[in-house]
């Protein structure tokens, strides 16, 4: 059973601060990350995709990749009230079908 | 550009009835898929289409649930006859190409089913 986890939260950072959304997946051959964002009664909106080994920068994001540790994060910089939502972490690629993660609530606070 | 369209946005049903969703991807993606989110959960992949043929359906309730897309474009999906866990919220996401691909959703259709 292909897994992607997230730790559901809420995390809770100050506005300014750098916020930390960590996932984890199972299937070694995936090849395609993305991350998510969903507000409250919202569909999911793509924020960056990362297809290989390293860093991947966008505006306040940064989204990391470790295809050997299985793990992609997103950290998101100067984070502010507008950045609270949910965060959701997708995987695919090696013939498989995307999977979500459960996603990650981060609240910043002003 | 414009973005996924879908319709309805809402739906209340009584378990047993059917039910149809719509969907138009953005123009020129060849891939559809359809998905299911329970309050509180990731999105679920119920069916994957590329372009006319159909990639994935590995978890689509096949006894209840239904898909289709012709010509390659809209798609439509639809439950009969649905159940209380049926109530979610079902959206609609296109790509370029493959699943490998970014997806754009469009605004998703609540299902709630009593």
């Known amino acids: 059973q292909k897994e992607v986890e997230q730790n559901s939260g809420p995390l809770s950072v100050p506005e300014g601060a750098i916020a930390s959304l960590n996932c984890t997946y199972s299937?070694?051959?995936?090849?395609?990350f993305f991350w998510y964002r969903q507000y409250s009664g919202k569909s999911p909106e793509l924020i960056m995709s990362?297809?290989?080994?390293g860093d991947k920068e966008d505006g306040r994001f940064t989204a990391q990749l470790n295809k050997a540790s299985q793990y992609v994060s997103l950290l998101i910089r100067d984070s502010q009230p507008s950045d609270s939502a949910t965060y959701l972490c997708?995987?695919?690629?090696?013939?498989?079908?995307?999977?979500f993660g459960a996603g990650t609530r981060l609240f910043v606070k002003a | 550009e414009a973005g996924v369209a879908q319709s309805p946005r809402y739906k209340i049903i009584e378990k047993r009835q059917s039910v149809a969703f719509w969907c138009n991807p953005i123009?020129?993606?060849?891939?559809l898929y359809w998905y299911q989110q329970i309050l509180g959960q990731g999105p679920k992949l119920l069916i994957q289409?590329?372009?006319?043929?159909?990639?994935?359906d590995s978890q689509l309730p096949k006894d209840r649930f239904s898909a289709e897309r012709l010509k390659g474009v809209d798609s439509t999906l639809k439950i009969q006859p649905a159940k209380l866990e049926d109530s979610a919220v079902y959206l609609c996401?296109?790509?370029?190409?493959?699943?490998?691909?970014?997806?754009?959703f469009g605004p998703g259709t609540r299902l709630t089913v009593t």
């Open positions: 990362i297809y290989s080994n």
């Open positions: 289409f590329q372009n006319n043929g159909v990639v994935d």
């Open positions: 996401a296109s790509s370029l190409g493959s699943s490998d691909d970014e997806q754009y």
């Open positions: 997708a995987v695919s690629g090696g013939g498989f079908k995307t999977i």
């Open positions: 123009s020129g993606h060849a891939t």
């Open positions: 299937d070694r051959v995936s090849q395609s």
